[in-house]
């Protein structure tokens, strides 16, 4: 299995920063990589797939970067509705595993 | 609007039996692979279960492999998972997803539902 590490556990960012979430597989996943937001009380939603993709509909604030092993995404200037817990998930291989997640905090 | 629906969740024994249901609408959902994911209390999420579109594949995780099972009726828009041998560690929120693509299965999900929840408890 493909242990997904997600850093760091908490980010604190002032409104209008520029936010830098990273993720770690133990073993390479090629660029099968997706990220998800998700608020509290609220279902994930898809941020992000194959590493770099825009999902329909998400603002270009959000990017994704990376390859292997190593994965960041970037939340340019965030905005009161970005402060949520964003996870990454590998589909390289099965079964699937998610990061443990990083919450993105008001400062 | 696009959809999914869960419904089925509630307090169970441990070692007793439960069948969680997803009812999906606005989209061809016989061309989708599906999935149940869940998220115990305070962590993070975990994948249990993908069906392909036509049901011809199945895979779950280690955690529920001979106790769960994941089953779809493609005439009535309904997933489903069938829960036996329920645990304390089984208690969570149980999403059922769908993948991105129309016939093919990428193994991420696009349209989530709500959750329902099931608590394992004596």
Redesign the interface.
Known sequence: ?IVMTQSPATLSVSPGERATLSCRASQSVSS?L?W?Q?KPG?????LI?GASTR??GIPARFSGSGSGTDFTLTISSLQSEDFAVY?C?Q??N????????TKVEIK | QVQLVESGGGVVQPGRSLRLSCAASGFTFSGYAMYWVRQAPGKGLEWVSVIWYDGGNKYYADSVKGRFTISRDNSKNTLYLQMNSLRAEDTAVYYCARDLQLWQTLGYMDVWGRGTTVTVSS
């Open positions: 299995e099968s997706a998800y998700q609220q279902a994930p939603r898809l797939y999902a329909t996870s998930q589909y390289n099965w079964p699937l595993t998610f990061g443990g997640g």
